[in-house]
C-alpha cells in the first residue's frame, strides 16, 4: 500500500503544477480585452473586487487566473482546489460566520462546506452572454478572453450574481 501511495502522490502533484505569471499580465479593468475576474464576498464583507487578467498565450485554468488577480484560495481537505472553501482567508478560519436561521459557523475546509454558506462559482463566456453556474471546479475551469468569472459568497439560499451589490 505505502508504494502504491509514493507512486500515485507525485503524479497528483505533478497535476497540480500552475501555469507561470508570465502566462498573465494585468488588463485595464475599464475595456478588459483577457479575463475578467469578479469576486463578491456577499456577508463576509462590503467590498467586492473587479479585475482583469489579459492571457499571453490561448487558454488558461481559472484557478491560475483568480491566483494572478491577486486572490488567494483555499479548497478544501476531501477535494483540493475543486471546491473552494476560502478566498483571501474569507470566511474566517477562527470566526463564526452568521446566517439567519443558523447557528454560528467556523469553517474547517475538512469537507464539501453547509448550503447556508459557501463559495459558488460562476461563468460568463462571449457565447452565453449570461452568468451562469461553471460546469467544472476552479482548478479545471479553462478560460479565454472575453469570459468572466466570477465567485460569490452564498448564504442562506441567496446566490447573487457576481456583480449584484
Known sequence: MLRLILLVVPL???GCVSSTSSAFAMGSAQDCQGVTVVVNYGILQEDRSTQCVDLLE????????????????EGTETFGDQVVCRV???PSATEAFLVEGEDPYVETCADMPPAFGYWALWLKTNELGEWGYAESGVSSLLLTSGDTVGLVFSSAGDTPLPTDP
Do not use: H, R
Open 12 to 14: 497528483l502533484l505533478a
Open 88 to 90: 483571501n482567508a474569507q
Open 58 to 73: 490561448g487558454e488558461a485554468v481559472a484557478l491560475d487566473v483568480l491566483n494572478f488577480a491577486g486572490f488567494e484560495l
